[in-house]
């Protein structure tokens, strides 16, 4: 991580240069507990740092200047952050639905299992929310107000 400082300090600058609000942690998730079989990302059992972007958006943005917003947050400012730790995971509770490769971010090796679980209790794929274990053939369109099977 040291090696990765400027690139860290990098991250952080853009985020504050681009409006973002900053909520950092420091903790051990895993303090005390061994291997668990759960859903949870395994690497979160080693997480050190803990970092939340937010952006403040006025209540009467266009849909363009919303997802214009979402766009900088997640292919410029989480980019830095991805960048500067290559390592890293992102825990969904808080994390961006919107980033590339959400299957590994949110649940890494436990991502095959979880469709799995997933296709016995729910082969209609009825229950949706974004980013979540098989919901990669569904799309949000006209502007969010529609969930439709991908084509």
Partial sequence: MADQADEI??????????????VGHLFNAGRGHG???????????????????????????????NQQAQRTLTNVVDETFRKASPHAISYVNEGNPFQPNWQDAFWGPN?????????????????????TTGTEDWEQIEGFTRLCKKL
């Fill in 35 to 65: 291997a668990t079989d759960s859903a949870k990302h395994p690497v979160w059992n080693n997480v050190t740092n803990f970092v939340i972007t937010s952006m403040t958006l006025a209540t009467d943005l266009t849909l363009e200047e």
């Fill in 111 to 131: 991502y095959e299992r979880l469709v799995t679980i997933r296709e016995k209790w729910d082969p209609n794929r009825i229950f949706y929310s974004i980013a």
């Fill in 9 to 22: 300090l990098g991250a952080y600058k853009t985020a504050l240069e681009n409006g973002v609000f900053l």
